[in-house]
T-cell receptor, first 117, second 118 residues
């Protein structure tokens, strides 16, 4: 079946502009995650959504970052007034929550490479 | 707080040989999951293998196997019969066992860049 998709694949913007990154999870997956991968580094958790529960925003680096998930499916990560240090690959993942503390694997999209000039 | 450490920034191996990538982690949790993900130049993160901490048996997936030492908090990945297509960044990741649901954030190591040479 179709995997996690993200758009755009690459985004170049000027410092100070706002950007929106989109994630379309695997159909039926109730959990959705955003991570950031800065050049040559590992992945850093940003935010996750689970069904109708309040999202865990504990990883967002500043109030310029926000995310929403509409209808329990597609998610948009918005970065306002972009800075050069926001340049990174933004990865989205989704997983199927089996409930009762059972975990399932997170499947990743191809990412959006953001470059802030 | 949990941390994941990959002490080998780069590794190289000849095609058809075996290579082992190291990973250690720190946690006070008893129930958790460990993963190895592969990231080729295409950027796509691909799950290689996963291990539930409550299972004593080491996970295997074809040419990939792990050596999970819970007491030592060690989780190494062994790749047998290395292939050119195994060239990629490899990330070790930790996930705490959720209480209310089957989800939680992944905590990643810094990665090991593996090059397989012909």
């Amino acid at each position: 079946g179709a995997g996690v998709s993200q758009s755009p694949s690459n985004k170049v913007t000027e410092k100070g502009k706002d950007v929106e990154l989109r994630c379309d999870p695997i159909s039926g997956h109730t959990a959705l995650y955003w991570y950031r991968q800065s050049l040559g580094q590992g992945l850093e958790f940003l935010i996750y959504f689970q069904g109708n529960s309040a999202p865990d925003k504990s990883g967002l680096p500043s109030d310029r970052f926000s995310a929403e998930r509409t209808g329990g499916s597609v998610s948009t990560l918005t970065i306002q007034r972009t800075q050069q240090e926001d340049s990174a690959v933004y990865l989205c993942a989704s997983s199927l929550d089996r409930g009762r503390g059972l975990q399932d694997t997170q499947y990743f999209g191809p990412g959006t490479r953001l470059t802030v000039l | 707080a949990q941390t994941v450490t990959q002490s080998q920034p780069e590794m190289s191996v000849q095609e058809a040989e075996t290579v082992t990538l190291s990973c250690t982690y720190d946690t006070s949790e008893n129930n958790y999951y460990l993963f190895w993900y592969k990231q080729p130049p295409s950027r796509q993160m691909i799950l290689v293998i996963r291990q539930e901490a409550y299972k004593q048996q080491n996970a295997t997936e074809n040419r990939f196997s792990v050596n999970f030492q819970k007491a030592a908090k060690s989780f190494s990945l062994k790749i047998s019969d290395s292939q050119l297509g195994d060239t990629a960044m490899y990330f070790c990741a930790f996930m705490k066992h959720g209480i209310d649901g089957g989800y939680n954030k992944l905590i990643f190591g810094a990665g090991t860049r593996l090059a397989v040479h012909p």
